[in-house]
């Protein structure tokens, strides 16, 4: 059984940067694809970015080049670092780890507004 916890969303700026952090627990880590997708308000829910567990990564359009995703196995935590931020960036954020199943975080709060 594995369970994510997010962690680090909350208000900034357009232009700003903010981190998130997923923690996970209760099984294997390094060998794993893990990412992160996102929900903003009346949409579906969007993929955002992965890191394969060779440490290669993927990153949709609409983030590329602004979002960086990032792992540690031995803190079996992953990260997903976000510059230049947008208002359009605003959505709750899960972070997901691919085993057989997958296993999804609770989602966290990011606030893109002046």
């Known amino acids: 059984q594995v369970q994510l916890v997010e962690s680090g969303g909350g208000l900034v700026q357009p232009g700003g940067s903010l981190s998130v952090s997923c923690a996970a627990s209760?099984?294997?880590?390094?060998?794993?694809?893990l990412g992160w997708y996102r929900q903003a308000p009346g949409k579906q829910r969007e993929w955002v970015a992965t890191i394969t567990s060779a440490g290669g990564t993927l990153y949709a359009d609409s983030v590329k080049g602004r979002f960086a995703i990032s792992r540690d196995n031995g803190k079996k935590t992953a990260y997903l670092q976000m510059n230049t931020l947008k208002p359009e960036d605003t959505a709750v954020y899960y972070c997901?780890?691919?085993?057989?199943?997958?296993?999804w975080g609770q989602g966290i709060q990011v606030t893109v507004s002046p």
């Open positions: 997901y780890l691919a085993q057989a199943r997958t296993y």
């Open positions: 209760g099984s294997a880590f390094s060998i794993y694809n």
